[in-house]
Nanobody, 120 residues
Framework: VQLQASGGGLVQTGGSLRLSCAAS??????MGWFRQAPGREREFVAH???????RYANSVKGRFTISRDNAKSTTYLQMNSLKSEDTALYYC?????????????????WGQGTQVTVSS
């Protein structure tokens, strides 16, 4: 599985961005979004399982929405009401199995990351 993340950019506080993660090799996996700010560990943002179960980090609940389009083998992360603390390199990842995966170690494949910068 190869993952290609895109859609990052520079946006002002309160703005929106939509990230995309295109997968080759099918999309019958659990998909996740993670982020990593400079000097910090990579952290969980959102997950959608192969069965469509969704989980969010508390810090993004109500502002971010994860979705998937299996016909396009693409997973999305709609980010609204962006804050400066959302600034990070965002990674998409894929995990085998039909469970719910919230930890980095549960994922088998990773995309290259797309930078999101929120300016105040």
């Amino acid at each position: 599985v190869q993952l290609q993340a895109s859609g990052g950019g520079l946006v002002q506080t309160g703005g929106s961005l939509r990230l995309s993660c295109a997968a080759s090799g099918g999309l019958n996996y659990g998909m996740g979004w993670f982020r990593q700010a400079p000097g910090r560990e990579r952290e969980f943002v959102a997950h959608i399982s192969s069965r469509g179960v969704i989980r969010y980090a508390n810090s993004v609940k109500g502002r971010f929405t994860i979705s998937r389009d299996n016909a396009k083998s693409t997973t999305y992360l709609q980010m609204n009401s962006l804050k400066s603390e959302d600034t990070a390199l965002y990674y998409c990842a894929a995990a085998r199995g039909d469970g719910i995966y919230l930890r980095t170690g549960s994922y088998n494949w990773w995309g290259q990351g797309t930078q999101v910068t929120v300016s105040s």
